[in-house]
């Protein structure tokens, strides 16, 4: 199975529209905050890159905080900066069993050349350290109550 796609104008007008839809942006931390589609969004970085020699790595916790965030029949539009991303991460999410995945074609380069709104707005329940920190909680509890 693969991931819907759609255009950034596209994107916008269903996000303007199904207030279901989570657009879920996988770009880095930084890339995120510097700016981002202006919406239901959230950050949930694919993979990171290593500052000194810009090698990329996983980001293990990926599909951990998406579950946590999103149950498997939510919509989610997926995007980064050009799409490459996005589709890697879309067809991690459809392997996982999510149904309705939808992948943002130019992403947020195409959004912003398309001239729609976009926010640096990274508060909790937006940024990436938020929905990882709740997580992290969570697997805390359930090992602090393993161990009684």
């Not at 239901?40 to 980001?59: D, G, Q």
Request: aromatic residues 8%.
């Amino acid at each position: 199975m693969n991931a819907k796609m759609m255009t950034a104008q596209e994107v916008h007008a269903l996000l303007r529209t199904d207030p279901a839809v989570v657009y879920i942006d996988v770009r880095t931390v930084a890339e995120f905050a510097a700016g981002h589609p202006r919406g239901r969004v959230v950050n949930v970085p694919f993979v990171f890159f290593y500052p000194a020699t810009k090698a990329v790595y996983p980001n293990t916790s990926f599909l951990q905080v998406v579950e946590d965030l999103c149950p498997k029949e939510t919509p989610l539009v997926v995007g980064c900066d050009t799409g490459e991303r996005a589709a890697q991460a879309a067809q991690r999410l459809l392997e996982a069993g999510y149904t309705n995945v939808t992948v943002m074609q130019d992403g947020f380069s195409g959004w912003r050349a398309s001239g729609l709104p976009v926010t640096t707005d990274n508060r909790d329940g937006i940024s990436y350290v938020s929905h990882l920190t709740r997580v992290k909680r969570k697997g805390k509890k359930k090992t602090a109550h393993a161990t009684e």
